[in-house]
């Protein structure tokens, strides 16, 4: 396992995490993140990361990765939000 800490401008810190070839696993604590525009950071990771390896990107609660938030195609451009339900 290789992980990587990235700290995006805003103070948006990810931790990457290479558990398998084909995927990357990040994390963030969400208590960390305490305006819109650390949030446009985050979508603007995701987004470039989606098109520099031309992958899905998604978004899930940790641990959950049956339940996305939100997904990013860069095939198609197409993002999707989901709802969390309880």
């Not at 700290?7 to 994390?27: G, P, Q, V």
């Not at 998604?58 to 997904?71: D, G």
């Amino acid at each position: 396992m290789v992980v990587c800490c990235l700290s995006i401008k805003e103070h948006l810190a990810l931790h990457c995490y290479f558990y398998k070839w084909e995927e990357i696993e990040c994390d963030l604590d969400p208590r960390n993140i305490s305006n819109e525009q650390q949030i446009s950071r985050l979508f603007d990771f995701i987004h470039t990361i989606g098109q520099q390896l031309n992958k899905p990107i998604v978004l899930t609660p940790e641990n959950a990765s049956w339940a996305p938030l939100f997904r990013f195609d860069p095939t198609t451009g197409k993002e999707e939000g989901f709802c969390l339900r309880s």
